[in-house]
Every structure is written in structure tokens, then in C-alpha cells.
């Protein structure tokens, strides 16, 4: 159960899966019309996979899957499946791109914001193991041509008791539209939330001198045109410890790494190291500054004599509480943007727009939960199980349920504290006819062992999806049948899912480059880095208007900023992955709608 042992097995399912695709796939010669659309009908061997088939016909994975719903379930020797026939007028644009050496799929899609998939199906015969000095044709659909044009929108931020209609409404617009320039957007909104506007409408209404529209609820933008630079500097404050290396003695193999201050971090900077290599091949020009910087460093002292402070265009870090909000004070008077890495809480941002928490909130993250529980499990019967958890957290689920089912009850919603009662408390509130979500903020390895073991029994009469906490990852005692009966779902800040081709490439990248497994540091720091620095080249120092167009495909995890109501951004992306078939798989892509009850054992 611990994130050790599910890298390994997810390596090697990797590896077995990646054996598999090299079995050779020959294009059919059958093919058929099915409602206006030409198809090869392909039967499928042992061996192949959906991977494997999509380079031979070179279409995307995602295509095969849309024309053939039922492979959710999986791919199986001697089904028959369509595989759409690209025509000439269906052509893409390409761009040829030479292959530098050390340059990894992954990172190559990620600087043209395509998809491995789709350059893999562009390039017949082409593997992850790239040649340096060939060269490959990297797909430029028609839309994203048209996105490297400058534009020029409006955001409406929005504000207390605001409705999507009331929006609409203001701007003499209506909900459809705002659905199609807003990707996402449903009637549940937040305060403090972005809403991107027709650019008529604003420029109609501020014209026209409406005195509904309050001056400060509207932002014009013009992305790409201000604060671009040809070099952008970056500074780093991680806390390296560096008076206590001397102290530093692995040699007897008994010492965790983990009693090494000087060593907490390390990974996170090998992780921005990785990023920035891979951002050197794409061309983007950067100075990266590095410092020192714990909780006792003293801000004032520090930017007196680190003068170049004054010329950074972003700050990461500092990574504690107790001094990040003094250089977040003073990055602001500077008007420089500053991220914090690690911290949940929303009181880094006030009053600061140049403010970033890459953590989701606890609010955020039960917006997550439930939004994907209403689209998954409609008419569900949700139960909040608490036992000495963290206040806010459960506080935070019991306010946005409620708001969510204010218009229209997608859910049935009860929270139940299991101190009281115990089990009975939860089994009390559980309903044969509909699917019983239970959420459990709850720790500690005994409790969980003994609770999953009651939900499981309580399974076979109720249909039961359970969702858990990160830590309950940690408790080996745990029983992984039990958990994939209930269909386990947790809800974090990350998720590594091993069997995509980008997370292999980074692998075996790191491996080379430090010997070592990259842990959860190595991936955010590549992921941080990697995201910022690409904003900034795309559209300068001025990003922080322009993020509702910019959405890159990261590692591990998913940034979605947005701007809270008087202060700076906080990422409210959340990562919902699921136990099935000894696998941990990401619930978000591939959700399980269907649910029955657990069946008893046979003696």
C-alpha cells in the first residue's frame, strides 16, 4: 500500500505493457461505411493493444476509444473494432521537429502542447526511444493555430449571490454562450471565480456606462502584448540548510535521509532541473537564481543584500508559512509574481495579486469531490463520515454540498460523526434503492483496517463507493479485495498514474540523470517549473490574466488557478483516482458508473 510499492508494480505493469505493444499489427483490408463515416474493421489479436493499433492505423488513442464505447472494458483477442479512415481533407498541419540529444517524448509534447498519443499516431514506427538528429512531424490542428493569435477578452470575477443567469443577464448574453467561451463552466459557481465574456458585451456595457457593472468586476485584457521578454529570471527559495551538511552521514545505511534537513528539498531542485533542460531545448531563454532560504531566514536582511531580488519576473518559495508571507509582502510592492509550493492555506493570498498557492484548498477539493460525485453518481445518496478529523475539511464538504443542491438536489447529503455511535451511526444513514457514497475524513491504521472491514459487509445489501484519505496509501494492514469492492476513490493533490508514456520517459530520464527513483518533490518540482516558466514565455510577466487559456498536461498534477475575490490565485485542481483490478487508475478519465453490491464468499 505504500506509494513505494504501487511504483513498482506500476513500473512493471509498464513495462509489460510496452512489451505487448511491440506485437506487430497489420491494416485491415476490410472495410465498411457506418453512418457516414468509413471505418476499417480490424480483429484483434492476442498480444496487441489499443496503444499498438493506433500507430499502425495512425489515429489517436482517443479516436479508437470514441468509436468504440465498449473497450472501457478492455481490449480482448478476437473482437472486432472500427478504426476511422483519415481522408486527405482530413489532413493535419505539421511542424518538423529535430530530435535533440536526451529530448523525451514527453517533453517535446509538452513544448508543442500536443499529446504523445497523437504525435506517436503522426509517426508510424516511432517509439519512445528517440534517435537525435532525426526528425518527426508534430500535429498543429486548426484551432490551435488560430490560439497562437493574440486575444483580446473580458473576465467578469464573480461576486456574492451572483448566479450564471444573473452574469449572463448583465452583459445581455446568455448561458449557452458563456458555456462555449468558458470550458467547464456549469451553473455552480463560485465567489471569486472567472468567467471569461463576450468582448462586445463588455465593451457594449462599459460604453453604454451601466452602473451594474461594477468597475472592479471587470478586467480587459490584451494576452502575449505586455511584460514579454526575451530572458526571464527566476528565483528559487528552497531551504537546503546548507551550515548543516557537515553533519551529514549516510554511511551506515541506518539513518533515514528524512532526519537530513539539508535533504528534504533536494529532489524538488532536481526536479526543477530536469524542467529547466528540457526548457533550454525548446528555446525559451531563462536566469535561474538560486538560494538558501529556511524559516529563519530574515526577508529584509535578505533582499538588502541580494540586490538582483528587485529583478526577478517570478519568485518560488519560500516554502514555510512563518516568512513566505513577508517576501510575498515585499514581491507585491515590487509587483513580482510568487508561488507557494506546499501550503493549503488561503491566507497567503489576501490582498496580494501576485500571489500563487499551487495547493488546492479544502474547499476547493470538496467542490472536486462532490462536482465529480453529482456527474458520476447522480441521485446518490452522499454520507460525510467524520471521526476527530480536520474541522475544515468536513466543514468545508457540509457548506458546498449545500450550495451545490441550492438550485436543484443532485444528491441526496448527510454528515454523521462516527465518534458517537460508531458503525451504527453510518449503517443508519444508508439506503438500499440508490448508490451510498461515504466520504471518510478519518485516519489511523487500526480504525481504517477495522471500518473498511464493516463497510465491506455492510456492501452486500448496499451499493457502496467509498472515498478516502492520501494517508490511508501509508497503512499496509489494509485489505486491497476489501478496497476494490468498494471501489476505493481518493481525492489528493497529485496522482502518478506509471502507465502513461510521459511519466516513463521522466523515469528513466531522472534515473539516468541521478540514479535514483524521483519521489513526490521530484515531480512537482519538474511540474512547477515546467508550467511557470512556460507561461511566462508565452505570455509575459503578465500572465496572471491569461490562465483560463493556458492548460498544459503535467506529470502529476493539474493547475487550474483561480483569482479569489481581493487577493492572489489558488489552484483549485484536484486529483481523484480509483483502486481497480490491482491497479490504481485516474477516476477522473475513467470513471465507474455502474456499481453492484459486493457478492458473498462461498465456504
Known amino acids: 500500500m505504500s506509494r513505494l510499492t504501487t511504483l513498482s508494480f506500476g513500473f512493471l505493469l509498464l513495462i509489460w505493457c510496452t512489451n505487448v505493444a511491440a506485437q506487430e499489427v497489420q491494416i485491415s483490408p476490410q472495410k465498411e461505411t457506418i453512418g457516414n463515416i468509413e471505418y476499417y474493421l480490424h480483429t484483434v489479436n492476442p498480444g496487441q493493444t489499443i496503444y499498438g493499433i493506433s500507430k499502425a492505423y495512425t489515429v489517436s488513442m482517443e479516436e479508437i476509444m470514441k468509436s468504440n464505447p465498449q473497450l472501457k472494458k478492455g481490449l480482448r483477442a478476437g473482437d472486432i473494432i472500427k478504426i476511422p479512415v483519415i481522408t486527405s481533407n482530413q489532413a493535419k498541419k505539421f511542424i518538423s521537429h529535430e530530435v535533440v540529444r536526451g529530448e523525451t517524448l514527453y517533453e517535446i509534447s509538452f513544448n508543442y502542447n500536443v499529446k504523445v498519443s497523437e504525435i506517436l499516431s503522426c509517426n508510424p514506427g516511432l517509439t519512445e526511444k528517440l534517435k537525435p538528429g532525426s526528425t518527426i512531424q508534430i500535429p498543429v490542428a486548426e484551432k490551435k493555430i488560430k490560439d497562437t493569435v ?83 529570471r527566476i528565483a528559487l527559495l528552497i531551504p537546503f540548510y546548507l551550515d548543516r551538511t557537515y553533519s551529514i552521514d549516510t554511511a551506515d545505511g541506518k539513518t533515514p535521509v528524512s532526519s537530513h534537513q539539508s535533504l528534504n528539498f533536494i529532489q524538488f531542485y532536481e526536479g526543477v532541473r530536469m524542467a529547466i533542460d528540457s526548457l533550454k531545448q525548446s528555446g525559451l531563454s531563462l536566469m535561474i537564481y538560486v538560494y538558501d532560504v529556511h524559516e529563519n531566514t530574515d526577508v529584509q536582511s535578505f533582499v538588502t543584500q541580494k540586490t538582483e531580488m528587485k529583478n526577478m519576473d517570478l519568485i518560488i518559495g519560500p516554502f514555510f508559512m512563518n516568512n513566505f508571507s513577508q517576501f510575498a509582502d515585499w514581491a507585491k510592492n515590487h509587483r513580482i509574481n510568487i508561488v507557494n509550493p506546499f501550503t493549503k492555506k488561503e491566507s497567503v493570498l489576501e490582498n496580494n495579486p501576485f500571489a500563487f498557492k499551487v495547493v488546492a484548498s479544502d474547499s476547493s477539493q470538496a467542490v472536486k469531490v462532490l462536482g465529480f460525485i453529482a456527474q458520476t453518481y447522480p441521485g446518490s445518496n452522499v454520507i460525510v463520515v467524520q471521526r476527530n478529523s480536520d474541522s475544515s475539511l468536513v466543514k468545508a464538504f457540509d457548506l458546498n454540498a449545500s450550495m451545490i443542491n441550492q438550485s436543484v438536489s443532485l444528491f441526496t447529503y448527510h454528515s454523521v460523526n462516527y465518534s458517537g455511535k460508531g458503525f451504527a451511526a453510518l449503517s443508519d444513514e444508508l439506503k438500499s434503492d440508490v448508490v451510498n457514497v461515504v466520504i471518510t475524513l478519518a485516519q489511523g491504521e487500526a480504525f481504517v483496517s477495522a471500518y473498511i472491514r464493516n463497510l465491506n459487509e455492510a456492501a452486500h445489501k448496499h451499493k457502496i463507493v467509498l472515498f478516502g484519505m492520501p494517508s490511508w496509501e501509508q497503512y499496509p494492514s489494509l485489505d486491497l479485495e476489501y478496497l476494490m469492492n468498494l471501489s476505493l476513490h481518493i481525492f489528493d493533490n497529485y496522482f502518478i498514474d506509471y502507465n502513461k508514456p510521459e511519466t516513463a520517459d521522466f523515469i528513466k530520464k531522472f534515473r539516468r540523470k541521478y540514479s535514483t527513483e524521483p519521489d513526490y518533490y521530484g515531480y512537482q518540482g519538474y511540474d512547477l517549473m515546467m508550467y511557470f516558466s512556460h507561461v511566462l514565455g508565452k505570455y509575459g510577466k503578465n500572465f496572471q490574466q491569461c490562465l483560463e487559456q493556458y492548460n498544459p498536461s503535467l506529470l502529476e498534477t493539474e493547475y487550474t488557478f483561480r483569482k479569489t475575490i481581493s487577493g492572489g490565485y489558488g489552484n483549485i485542481g484536484c486529483m481523484i483516482y480509483r483502486y481497480e483490478n490491482y491497479k490504481i487508475i485516474n477516476a477522473v478519465l475513467n470513471p465507474k458508473k455502474e456499481i453492484k453490491l459486493v457478492e458473498t464468499r462461498k465456504p
Open 150 to 232: 493574440t486575444t483580446t477578452y473580458g473576465l467578469h470575477i464573480v461576486r456574492q449571490g451572483e448566479t450564471i443567469y444573473s452574469i449572463a443577464r448583465l452583459y445581455a448574453s446568455t448561458i449557452d454562450e458563456l458555456k462555449k467561451i468558458n470550458q467547464g463552466l456549469t451553473e455552480t459557481i463560485q465567489v471569486g471565480q472567472q468567467i471569461r465574456l463576450p468582448f462586445g458585451a463588455v465593451i457594449g456595457k462599459i460604453a453604454a456606462k451601466d452602473s451594474a457593472v461594477k468597475k472592479d468586476s471587470v478586467i480587459l485584457i490584451d494576452c502575449g502584448k505586455s511584460g514579454v521578454n526575451n530572458t526571464y
